[in-house]
Antibody, heavy 123, light 106 residues
Framework: QVQLQESGPGLVKPSETLSLTCTVS????????WTWIRQPPGKGLEWIGN???????NYNPSLKSRVTISADRSKDQLSLKLNSVTAADTAVYYC?????????????????WGKGTTVTVSS | EIVMSQSPGTLSVSPGDRVTLSCRAS??????LAWFQQKPGQAPRLLIY???TRATGVPARFSGSGSGAEFTLTISSLQSDDFAVYYC????????FGQGTKVEIK
């Protein structure tokens, strides 16, 4: 059974870089997309970006200038880096596995999620 | 960017009720839509993908329908475990979520 675990600093200073790791256990990175999602306190969900296991990425245009997602297949880990953070980046950050298939077109589904990690941006 | 709008914002219901949640996209998204359930302090849980396909382990009382830009999540007989916030999400890049519908006890 695949499990995901996010980890990283819970407190980041404004203007610095937020760095998180997602460790995947119980299954390889291969053959899936992987994604990062965040949720500010008391608010809804925001998609940050995806990475295919081969390394191809796709980012939310609203964050694209500040975000980097990478994958280390040898460690079965994903990473998220978000630079120049502000208080607006305070959120619970989730990683999730993305399955996909084809019907009349491609479809995707985020079927396995980590429990999330809380990151606060504050001096 | 495709904007997803959910209605109502809050739904007050009783166990055993039939519940219908709506999700509207700002443009057609074919069936590229998923529904998630989120309880306080927990990660979202996938319920429905590709518009109407139930995820593994999801009870049959949950069903998804719709196409184009109008979608519905139906819970045929609400159980006590179903009180939560429900989000719809579309998969045309950039992926976007609705603002959520809270299903609360009446």
């Amino acid at each position: 059974q695949v499990q995901l675990q996010e980890s990283g600093p819970g407190l980041v200073k404004p203007s610095e870089t937020l760095s998180l790791t997602c460790t995947v256990s119980g299954g390889p990175l291969s053959s899936y997309y992987w994604t990062w999602i965040r949720q500010p306190p008391g608010k809804g969900l925001e998609w940050i970006g995806n990475i295919y296991y081969t390394g191809t990425t796709n980012y939310n245009p609203s964050l694209k200038s500040r975000v980097t997602i990478s994958a280390d297949r040898s460690k079965d880990q994903l990473s998220l880096k978000l630079n120049s953070v502000t208080a607006a980046d305070t959120a619970v950050y989730y990683c999730a596995r993305v399955g996909y298939g084809t019907d009349k077109s491609y479809y995707f589904y985020m079927d396995v999620w980590g429990k999330g990690t809380t990151v606060t941006v504050s001096s | 960017e495709i904007v997803m709008s959910q209605s109502p914002g809050t739904l007050s219901v009783s166990p055993g009720d039939r519940v219908t949640l709506s999700c509207r996209a700002s443009q057609t998204i074919n069936n590229n839509l998923a529904w998630f359930q989120q309880k306080p302090g927990q990660a979202p849980r996938l319920l429905i993908y590709n518009g109407s396909t139930r995820a593994t382990g999801v009870p049959a009382r949950f069903s998804g329908s719709g196409s184009g830009a109008e979608f519905t999540l139906t819970i045929s007989s609400l159980q006590s475990d179903d009180f939560a916030v429900y989000y719809c999400q579309q998969y045309n890049s950039p992926w976007t979520f609705g603002q959520g519908t809270k299903v609360e006890i009446k």
